[in-house]
T-cell receptor, first 113, second 110 residues
Framework: DGGITQSPKYLFRKEGQNVTLSCEQNLNHDAMYWYRQDPGQGLRLIYYSQIVNDFQKGDIAEGYSVSREKKESFPLTVTSAQKNPTAFYLC????????????FGNGTRLTVT | RKEVEQDPGPFNVPEGATVAFNCTYSNSASQSFFWYRQDCRKEPKLLMSVYSSGNEDGRFTAQLNRASQYISLLIRDSKLSDSATYLCVADLNQGGKLIFGQGTELSVKP
C-alpha cells in the first residue's frame, strides 16, 4: 500500500541534542512538507520541498534543517537552536500540482527535557 | 492579519443540527483550498477539496467565495462521530506553500 511513514512515533531527547525525524513516502509525490503542531493549535509550516535537491523555508524554519536528496525522503533535523522543540511533528506529501491535497504520515511526538 | 484564519471554537451542537464553519484567506491569488478533519492526537485526514463551483459529499458541502476571500464547510444532520477539529488549508500562490488555519473544534452532543 502506498503511504507516508514517519518514524519513530515517540522520541525523547535531552536539551542541547540535535535529533532527526524520518519521513518516507512511496506515493511518487513530488512535494513534501513538514509541519509542527502544539497542543490546541493548528499546523505551522516548517519547510517544504517541491522537487529533489530544492526546499524552501516555511513560517517557522528557525532551529530546523532539512534535506531532499531523494524524491521519497525528506528528513527533518531539530537542532539545539530550536527554543521550544517539544511538539507533534507531521510530514506530508502531495502531487505538487494545482488542487493536489496533502497526505499525512502518522506524526512523531518529540519531547525534549 | 493571519494568512489563513478560521472561526474560533469550540462549537457545541446537538445531534442532527446543521453547523457551518468559515475560513478566510489573505492572498487573493490563492488557487487551492481544502478542508481536513483531525481527531485528537492523530494526523489530519482530507475531508474535501474545495472547488470554485462548490461541491458536496453526502452531508458535507464546501463553498468558495473569491470576492470575500473565504471558504466554508457546512455539515448537515450532525452525528456524534463528526466531533473533531476541522482545519482549512489554502495555498499562498508561492510555489506550493500550503498554510493551515488554526482549526475549529466541533463537539456533537446526544
Amino acid at each position: 500500500d502506498g503511504g507516508i511513514t514517519q518514524s519513530p512515533k515517540y522520541l525523547f531527547r535531552k536539551e542541547g541534542q540535535n535529533v532527526t525525524l524520518s519521513c518516507e513516502q512511496n506515493l511518487n509525490h513530488d512535494a513534501m512538507y513538514w509541519y509542527r503542531q502544539d497542543p490546541g493549535q493548528g499546523l505551522r509550516l516548517i519547510y517544504y520541498s517541491q522537487i529533489v535537491n530544492d526546499f524552501q523555508k516555511g513560517d517557522i524554519a528557525e532551529g530546523y534543517s532539512v534535506s531532499r536528496e531523494k524524491k521519497e525522503s525528506f528528513p527533518l533535523t531539530v537542532t539545539s537552536a530550536q527554543k521550544n522543540p517539544t511538539a507533534f511533528y507531521l510530514c506530508a506529501s502531495s502531487g505538487g500540482t494545482h488542487n493536489s491535497p496533502l497526505h499525512f504520515g502518522n506524526g512523531t511526538r518529540l519531547t525534549v527535557t | 492579519r493571519k494568512e489563513v484564519e478560521q472561526d474560533p471554537g469550540p462549537f457545541n451542537v446537538p445531534e442532527g443540527a446543521t453547523v457551518a464553519f468559515n475560513c478566510t484567506y489573505s492572498n487573493s491569488a490563492s488557487q487551492s483550498f481544502f478542508w481536513y478533519r483531525q481527531d485528537c492526537r492523530k494526523e489530519p485526514k482530507l475531508l474535501m477539496s474545495v472547488y470554485s463551483s462548490g461541491n458536496e459529499d453526502g452531508r458535507f458541502t464546501a463553498q468558495l467565495n473569491r470576492a470575500s476571500q473565504y471558504i466554508s464547510l457546512l455539515i448537515r444532520d450532525s452525528k456524534l462521530s463528526d466531533s473533531a477539529t476541522y482545519l482549512c488549508v489554502a495555498d499562498l500562490n508561492q510555489g506550493g506553500k500550503l498554510i493551515f488555519g488554526q482549526g475549529t473544534e466541533l463537539s456533537v452532543k446526544p
